[in-house]
């Protein structure tokens, strides 16, 4: 039906077509993904050491290049390399051709992604890499391409249907651009024995940044934690757990080792008229869980969710140094 301005309305697909669409992309894209996990397999391994042996050997630092949607794709390779500890950036190959290739030196690697490998735009990038020897990876689905011949390193994508029904919307090569670049970066950080450490000193911020705080870092100490001796009668410890707080209150040995819990939900189940006069091991949870002073927070939180439990009991060795709630979590943006 016409609208106002003579347009067509577009015609509405039943819910169940959109949903075959759906999976006939991911489909499609799925058989691209196991390609490239076959040619890595069997033939494109080699240039793949490659290609990450010349990164990781580079004084300089990761230029990313590529046009159109390639380019975007190479915006997130460059940002993921960045972030896992190697140096790159992203330049524009119209924009290299205005002066952004003073930022490329002898020292640098280049890795330029084109399916095609005849984009126009990246002549003079490619130019500029062999008057200057600077080493250059060519990410491409045509080996025999302008780009590949001019590359050291030819990391040739296996040919593979675009999830695009016409066969022109870059959807599966762009995948495989993508997941290759993800596997670049991974293997070369792995190589580099990049950690947590590492990756937190790059990821301060945010969510991301809170998980990899350790568990000291925000853990109660001293004072503040409750906690009771094993023979303990049971009216001491509800005075412990009311006046600190968090809700439990947690049973040592003699030498200070963690031996067990007392929650809300344990006097719960043991209410009944004796139950201040008996003694803490008689209610407690045996082998609470616990945490390590150097875990991270993002591994505390994991294991109160999986247990669904909002405190836990920091020890060294066996001994209870501190205690973590499912608020100090909250408050530090992990939660």
């Given at each position: ?18 949903l075959?669409?759906a ?12 390609a ?31 046009m ?68 250059m990876i ?70 991301l940044?809170?998980?990899?705080t ?41 030498a ?80």
């Amino acid at each position: 039906m016409a609208g106002a301005k003579g347009r067509v309305a577009p015609r509405k697909e039943p819910s169940s077509e959109l949903l075959r669409s759906a999976l006939r992309t991911i489909a499609t894209e799925m058989a691209g993904l196991e390609a490239l996990s076959s040619v890595i397999n069997d033939g494109l391994g080699t240039a793949f050491v490659e290609a990450v042996e010349k990164i990781r050997g580079a004084k300089g630092r990761l230029i990313v290049t590529g046009m159109g949607k390639s380019g975007h794709v190479g915006r997130k390779i460059a940002a993921t390399f960045a972030s896992t500890g190697a140096p790159a950036y992203f330049v524009h190959p119209g924009e290299a051709s205005h002066g952004d290739l003073g930022a490329i030196t002898r020292d640098d690697v280049i890795i330029a992604l084109s399916w095609s490998g005849e984009t126009v735009e990246l002549k003079d990038l490619t130019d500029y890499a062999k008057r200057f020897r600077v080493a250059m990876i060519a990410v491409t689905a045509n080996a025999e391409s302008t780009l590949a011949r001019a590359a050291d390193v030819v990391l040739t994508l296996p040919a593979a249907r675009e999830a695009c029904p016409l066969g022109l919307a870059p959807t599966t090569s762009t995948l495989l651009q993508l997941a290759l670049g993800d596997a670049l970066a991974v293997a070369l950080f792995e190589s580099r024995g990049f950690t947590a450490l590492d990756f937190k000193a790059l990821h301060p911020g945010g969510r991301l940044g809170a998980s990899l705080t350790f568990v000291r870092d925000v853990m109660h100490t001293g004072k503040s934690l409750p906690l009771v001796a094993r023979g303990t009668r049971m009216t001491e410890a509800v005075v412990e757990m009311t006046s600190k707080g968090f809700g439990c209150v947690g049973v040592i040995d003699a030498a200070g080792g963690l031996v067990g819990i007392i929650t809300d939900g344990d006097l719960r189940r043991h209410m009944r008229e004796d139950l201040l006069a008996r003694a803490v091991e008689e209610v407690m949870t045996k082998k609470p869980k616990a945490v390590r002073p150097d875990q991270l927070a993002g591994e505390a939180l994991e294991i109160l969710n999986a247990n669904k439990i909002t405190t836990l009991f920091v020890v060294e060795g066996a001994k209870a140094v501190g205690l973590v709630h499912f608020h100090d979590l909250l408050r530090i943006g992990v939660a």
